[in-house]
């Protein structure tokens, strides 16, 4: 890359798949790496060490959000997200285009960017590429994302056409607003739904503008596993290999997996998190429900090779009671788990791609979760 105190070394390719270091001057991201979503300035239920001790590398933060509560000024003139939320390592935060577009009713999207309404006190509010990039260098991100469309789906071409180059009408504006701001990163993105030459066309437009790393938007929003892949067989290709590649919003442990297989660098979901919540953990042998009557008198834990502090403390006889009870502890420990869990997951992930074995890795991963569960006692 051109700005040294930012760049990605690869490391090692395995087919498609690659692993490597995205060095960055708040520390290390190793690839392909899974980013866990702190919304509001925190990971739920997660102190910030707690995330790190899981093996995260880097966070994800939502402008939307932020600035909305406690607004971006506010978080400034504390000194920055980092020492806000007293998370010291890279930060990367989306450019709040995804949540405005969800607003469905509360907004208005013209060329200039979007207007909308607070989803918290219905305070007017635009959102623009400049007003992203403003408010992305108030949180001090170290990875800032270009304001963008992300495509509904599902989308006709001429639909998908339309919003593809508005994206990159906007790619542009973000690239000039973001100006020159060495160790911070800024990412465009790739849109142009299911249709290959969109894409295409997308990431030429992207290439030529330049940016440090190239995101893929306009997937996971319902298109299905399938029809995901179908894109991710040929979209990283049509990017700079020397650059990170992003899928945003991505998702369950075998999308992440068929991601990485087709030469995804970074992931970021809500999804281990959330489900931590809601009493769902992913484990090496797929997802337990731990609301689910045959773990109340199990006295095993969720997964006896996790080295996380809820499997190596508690049984799932303790998981089910205080989720039952609607103890706090429950979200605490299964988040951890989750966490911990997707992070083994992309650990393995980058150890597999680097010896050459992804093949057979990507074969016990599925082998593993196919029942579900370990049978009950
Ligand atoms: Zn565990």
Redesign the pocket.
């Known amino acids: 890359m051109s700005d040294p105190a930012f760049r990605f070394d690869l490391a090692a390719t395995c087919g498609a798949a690659r692993t490597g270091t995205i060095h960055t001057p708040r520390g290390p991201i190793r690839t392909p790496a899974f980013m866990p979503v702190g919304t509001a300035a925190t990971v739920k239920a997660m102190l910030p060490e707690s995330v790190a001790a899981t093996g995260a590398d880097i966070l994800l933060g939502n402008t939307y959000h932020l600035m909305l509560r406690p607004t971006a000024e506010r978080v400034a003139a504390l000194g920055g997200l980092h020492r806000f939320m007293n998370w010291s390592g890279p930060i990367l935060t989306d450019s709040g285009g995804f949540q405005v577009m969800s607003l469905t009713g509360l907004r208005k999207m013209t060329e200039e960017g979007v207007r909308f309404a607070s989803h918290i006190d219905g305070s007017r509010h635009m959102l623009s590429p400049e007003r992203s990039m403003e408010i992305q260098r108030l949180l001090g991100s170290d990875i800032v994302m270009a304001f963008d469309e992300c495509t509904p789906y599902p989308a006709t071409r001429e639909q998908a056409q339309a919003s593809m180059e508005l994206s990159m009408r906007w790619a542009r504006r973000s690239r000039d607003a973001f100006g020159d701001r060495p160790g911070h990163a800024l990412f465009g993105i790739m849109q142009g739904s299911t249709f290959p030459d969109l894409r295409a066309q997308s990431a030429e437009t992207l290439r030529e503008i330049g940016f440090d790393g190239y995101a893929i938007g306009g997937l996971a929003v319902g298109e299905g596993q399938a029809a995901m892949f179908e894109v991710l067989d040929y979209a990283p290709g049509l990017l700079p290999a020397d650059r990170p590649r992003y899928l945003m919003g991505v998702g369950k442990p075998d999308d992440i997996v068929g991601a990485v297989q087709r030469g995804v660098d970074m992931m970021d979901c809500v999804l281990p998190s959330r489900s931590g919540r809601t009493g769902q ?1 992913f ?1 090496r042998h797929g997802v337990v429900n731990i609301k689910n009557a045959r773990h109340a008198e199990d006295p095993r ?3 006896e090779a ?7 403390g508690y049984s799932r006889a303790y998981l089910h009671h205080v989720f039952r009870a609607g103890e706090i502890i429950s979200s605490m420990l299964l988040t ?2 989750n966490l ?2 997707y992070q083994e997951l992309m650990a393995g992930l980058r150890g597999a791609i680097a010896a050459g074995t992804l093949d057979s890795f990507v074969a016990d991963f599925h082998a593993m979760r196919a029942p579900g569960d370990i049978p009950p006692l």
């Open positions: 953990a484990t834990p969720l997964d996790c080295t996380c502090p809820a499997c190596r951890w788990h911990h869990y």
